[in-house]
């Protein structure tokens, strides 16, 4: 008797509006060494974005804190799932050095999700930016920090520390968060923002579109965000990382995105990133 053949579903092929160049250049290999130089984690990295080579290009990279292993397993992301080992107390003087040593006019810091932690990983985060400051007076910063499960006294801590932009993204509608982020809650995503705003911090947001959203729930999001506080919004097309992540459920035309932007704006956000290969920190220097 014989085995049918397994069939493997072929992925649907990217539109020519999401190609990207290769990463090249001079600047780019000495963001890259210094990277490795200071054992430091990357979003770019670890989470495969399509911007490397730009940002990397222009001497710009978003630093990933508190390890490369998130205590979450959102059917979305290309970062490694498990329990984090990894706790560096030295890891916030490594960070600032390597800031420093970049010159970088405006850093963007991610980390993520330590849900073992009491204080969700809040301390590093406050004497990274704290470090910093210290080191890089002039340099703005932009925080993008993970949901604390409505552990508010170390959302406080987290954005104490004299970023100035802090961020955390929706990612999703309100319908497909079960499916794409089976551990957060929407309101308590929201809940967070407003807080954010309340403690008087320019807020921000991203979301990813493609995965089976509807034009009208992109509009509601819109509108939760902006009642809770959020003052920037950033809209990219989902890419699927891996086979074992949910797949893509259809490519947007950039002239949806141009919609989208159009749309934010009149609804009252300060500035709509909206484009494919938009993702959270891009251009954020721009949203200060």
């Not at 222009?58 to 059917?75: D, E, K, P, Q, W």
């Not at 470090?131 to 499960?149: F, G, H, Q, W, Y």
Request: charged share 30%; with cysteine; aromatic share 8%.
């Amino acid at each position: 008797m014989h085995e049918l053949p397994i069939i493997k579903k072929a992925r649907p092929r990217k539109p020519d509006w999401l190609r990207v160049k290769l990463p090249i250049g001079e600047d780019y290999r000495r963001v890259r060494s210094l990277v490795d130089q200071y054992q430091l984690h990357t979003i770019c990295q670890s989470g495969n974005c399509p911007n490397m080579g730009e940002c990397w290009g222009a001497g710009t990279a978003t630093f990933m804190i508190l390890g490369n292993v998130c205590t979450r397993s959102c059917s979305f992301c290309a970062v490694k799932t498990g329990r984090p080992t990894e706790y560096d107390e030295d890891e916030p003087r490594r960070v600032a050095e390597a800031i420093y040593l970049m010159q970088v006019k405006h850093a963007v810091l991610t980390s993520v999700n330590r849900d073992e932690l009491k204080d969700k990983g809040a301390e590093i985060w406050y004497q990274t930016v704290r470090a910093i400051k210290k080191l890089s007076p002039n340099t703005t910063i932009e925080t993008l920090i993970p949901d604390v499960r409505a552990t508010w006294w170390a959302l406080e801590r987290m954005i104490s520390a004299g970023q100035e932009v802090v961020s955390h993204n929706m990612e999703t509608v309100k319908r497909l968060y079960r499916k794409i982020r089976p551990q957060a809650k929407y309101e308590r995503s929201l809940e967070q923002i407003k807080r954010t705003k309340a403690f008087g911090k320019r807020t921000k947001s991203g979301i990813m579109v493609g995965l089976g959203e509807t034009e009208d729930e992109v509009r509601q999001l819109m509108d939760d965000l902006l009642q809770h506080g959020c003052d920037v919004l950033t809209i990219g097309q989902y890419l699927q990382p891996t086979p074992m992540h949910v797949a893509v459920a259809e490519f947007i035309h950039p002239d949806q995105f141009e919609k989208y932007r159009e749309i934010g704006l009149q609804k009252g956000f300060d500035i709509v990133e909206s484009s494919p290969l938009v993702r959270s920190s891009y251009h954020a220097e721009k949203h200060v």
